[in-house]
Each structure stands twice: as structure tokens, then as C-alpha cells.
């Protein structure tokens, strides 16, 4: 990872992804957000579409689970 980044397990990751495209809730600083899963992106944050909008988390504490 350190040589690479996160683009080396990016395809891995988005294969394995149990919860690519699933309703979650993801609770992030206090707040709870409910939407689809959509991954993650090439900085590793956590993707959500939520009313039409994608939100991307970057948290030291972010709680993801299913809706």
C-alpha cells in the first residue's frame, strides 16, 4: 500500500464490496445519513448516494450498516 496507494486494491476492493449498491446508514460525527452505498473513491473515502447527491466520508469514527 505504501509503494502503490489505495489504486492497487481499488479493483479488489470494489469487487468485494458486500455492500456496493445496498441501502446502508452511515453514521458519521453524530450524524446519520441513509442512502445507497457507492464504494469507494481513489482517497479512500466512503461513497453514499443520498437524494440525488453523492456524499463522500473521510472520518476517523464512521459507523456504516445495513438500512
Avoid: K, M
Amino acid at each position: 500500500f505504501i509503494a502503490c496507494g489505495l489504486d492497487a486494491f481499488l479493483a479488489r476492493w470494489q469487487a468485494l464490496d458486500a455492500f456496493a449498491q445496498a441501502p446502508v446508514r452511515v453514521t458519521s460525527g453524530g450524524a446519520t445519513f441513509d442512502g445507497i452505498a457507492e464504494g469507494v473513491d481513489e482517497q479512500g473515502r466512503l461513497l453514499l448516494r443520498a437524494d440525488g447527491t453523492l456524499r463522500a466520508f473521510v472520518s476517523a469514527e464512521t459507523s456504516l450498516r445495513p438500512a
